[in-house]
């Protein structure tokens, strides 16, 4: 069945600590990655995606990701957070010339001033 | 401005007294979808919607109906509401299929099944 992994659910880091966030993926065929925020009592928003080319992709507010098939994953990354980064992060994924999301469980992330 | 809406924002209601969430979008988009989420579930997909008139089965479908007549528009009807559809929901739309495409949330409808 197809599904998205999350690592870890909850992470707690420090103001100017870098971020990983991990993410897995089982799905057939060629995939879109995406990786969404969620703000406190806001809506998801998109953080950056994955369809094809490079794949090192750049996100807004610093956030980077890195799609490694052979591995199925697209973890993102921040070299220093900041206290306004925390959030809830969801990975999500379709397949090439689908309509079906997959997202994962989503992982909550606070970050000590 | 470019967006979603949902109303209502919050809802209370009880078990089997219909209900319908309405979920609009200004943008032209062609796919819309529905969402719950649910803690440690993640976000989880109820229907959607390739254009007027085509809908299909997300991921959790059972309990819930939608249409869609109009491009803008996708309502999300409960016909008899249980406790376990106790969520928070969001409306999605996308201009074309989601495949490397963004989609664009609404704000969310939190809703509460006595």
């Known amino acids: 069945a197809q599904s998205v992994s999350q690592h870890n659910h909850h992470v707690i880091l420090s103001e100017a600590a870098s971020l990983e966030l991990g993410c897995n993926y089982s799905?057939?065929?060629?995939?879109?990655l995406f990786w969404y925020v969620q703000y406190p009592g806001q809506h998801l928003q998109l953080l950056l995606k994955y369809f094809s080319g490079d794949p090192l992709v750049k996100g807004i507010k610093g956030f980077e990701a890195e799609f490694i098939k052979s591995k199925f994953s697209f973890n993102l990354r921040k070299p220093s957070v900041q206290w306004s980064d925390t959030a809830e992060y969801f990975c999500a994924v379709t397949n090439t010339g689908g309509f079906k999301t997959i997202f994962g469980a989503g992982t909550r992330l606070f970050v000590k001033a | 401005e470019a967006q979603v809406t949902q109303n209502p924002r919050y809802l209370i209601t009880v078990t089997g007294k219909k209900l319908t969430v309405t979920c609009s979008q200004n943008m032209n988009h062609e796919y819309m979808s529905w969402y719950r989420q649910d803690p440690g579930l993640g976000l989880r997909q109820i229907y959607y919607s390739m254009n007027v008139e085509v809908t299909d089965k997300g991921d959790v479908p059972e309990g819930y109906k939608v249409s869609r007549k109009e491009k803008r528009n996708f309502p999300l009807i409960l016909e008899s509401p249980s406790p376990n559809q106790t969520s928070l929901y969001f409306c999605?739309?996308?201009?074309?299929?989601?495949?490397?495409?963004?989609?664009?949330f609404g704000p969310g409808t939190r809703l509460t099944v006595l």
């Open positions: 799905y057939g065929g060629t995939v879109n």
């Open positions: 999605a739309s996308t201009r074309r299929a989601p495949a490397g495409d963004t989609q664009y």
